[in-house]
């Protein structure tokens, strides 16, 4: 007698189970994935490691799968799009710095990919540096844009005179210093860069709001769920003066904006790509949403929070 394989006894399950009335447009295939376990799965994100990005995939993947660390998040998406990995995790925002500008305009230029889950995550900055340096030491400072303007009032406080360096991640910085055996050098990042490139923690807690969070998107390249789910996203395209007719009508339909970021449609003044994330909502609502509007449209999905 053949062997079985995995996958044809959860289909046979999925099939005795809820038969063929699918409601949500989405494939058997992909439902089928949907219940396997993520320990196969392979797992993009901006590294190395150690970074913030590899922290929000433990998180949301519960410590399982492939992590593939790649030193852009251009990469990190390119390597989802290749086929490469079955997912990739981004940052989009964070409580101090905004929006990550460049990271949300990778997200709206990749129209084959969709978000299907969100990760959001404490930060906490530290200076890490050799363990012999002390803080008069420090002439120079290397982290990602993000971390430097999370930590940049304590900068400015207790090292004035150094000199910031912004690097790809929190992470490169670390290693750099690591790699660098100079005393001088320090690097904002965080407790596990410090474990993983043997770096003590000089200062901790350095960033400037004790509340800081980052939010991370995990994508895919699946059809975008329309499922009901805690977040919806979508991107809305066109002039400036629609927005507040779009805001009315999201009031009106109930749904409630969690986060937006605007970029430049790159065309003309005024016009611009909104990513627009919201709670207290489904599919059925974003329908009427961009019913007879002004704006072009395009759904990222239905998705949880962790």
């Not at 995939?57 to 992590?67: A, H, L, P, V």
């Not at 929006?99 to 969100?118: H, K, N």
Request: overall charge positive; aromatic content about 10%; glycine content about 6%.
């Amino acid at each position: 007698m053949k062997k079985i394989s995995l996958i044809t006894i959860i289909f046979i399950f999925y099939i005795s189970t809820i038969g063929f009335a699918l409601t949500e447009p989405i494939s058997i295939h992909q439902k089928l994935l949907a219940l396997l376990p993520y320990k196969s799965a392979k797992i993009s994100y901006l590294g190395p490691e150690g970074t913030y990005t590899q922290e929000a995939c433990g998180k949301f993947f519960r410590k399982q799968g492939i992590y593939l660390p790649y030193k852009t998040v251009n990469e990190t998406v390119k390597a989802l799009l290749d086929g490469e990995s079955n997912y990739a995790v981004i940052p989009q925002e964070n409580t101090i710095g905004g929006a990550v500008i460049d990271y949300v305009d990778t997200l709206i230029a990749q129209t084959e990919v969709s978000v299907v889950g969100e990760v959001e995550l404490p930060i906490n900055q530290n200076l890490l540096t050799l363990e012999q340096a002390k803080l008069s030491d420090i002439k120079t400072v290397y982290s990602h844009k993000q971390g430097i303007v999370q930590g940049r009032d304590w900068l400015n406080k207790n090292i004035p005179n150094a000199k910031v360096i912004e690097v790809s991640s929190t992470a490169e910085g670390a290693k750099m210093v690591s790699e660098s055996k100079d005393v001088s050098c320090g690097a904002i990042a965080s407790v596990a860069c410090a474990q993983v490139y043997g770096l003590s923690i000089l200062a901790e807690s350095i960033q400037n709001n004790k509340n800081n969070k980052t939010r991370f998107y995990v994508l895919s390249k699946n059809k975008p769920s329309t499922n009901s789910s805690r977040r919806l996203a979508f991107v809305a395209t066109g002039s400036a003066e629609y927005l507040p007719d779009l805001m009315r009508k999201m009031e009106e339909l109930k749904m409630k904006l969690v986060t937006i970021h605007d970029r430049p449609e790159k065309t003309i003044l005024g016009k611009y790509h909104y990513l627009i994330e919201c709670s207290n909502s489904n599919y059925e609502k974003y329908k009427k949403l961009i019913e007879n509007s002004s704006f072009t449209f395009r759904y990222l999905g239905s998705f949880n929070v962790k």
